[in-house]
């Protein structure tokens, strides 16, 4: 299993895919204080794409955000 670590200096935006089956995992931001450790797939992206692509929750929808999942 090939983990690697990710930080701001690689790039701000970005989106996991999963290496099996090609799908998105997740899209996120990282900042100074932050890193992302994967064996997934990562692809660093525009502010405009992170923006159009990533998924939203509308307040008051009665969907709740998801956390824990392992990337």
């Known amino acids: ?3 690697k670590t990710y930080t701001m200096t690689d790039g701000q935006y970005f989106k996991v ?22 064996i997934h797939k990562v ?9 159009s692509e990533r998924p939203r929750i509308e307040p008051n929808s009665g969907m709740q955000k998801v956390s824990g999942e392992a990337l």
Do not use: R
């Open 17 to 38: 895919i999963n290496k099996s089956t090609g799908a998105v995992i997740t899209y996120g931001e990282l900042t100074e204080s932050n890193q992302l450790v994967t």
């Open 43 to 51: 692809e660093f992206i525009s502010e405009e794409k992170y923006e």
């Open 1 to 3: 299993m090939d983990v």
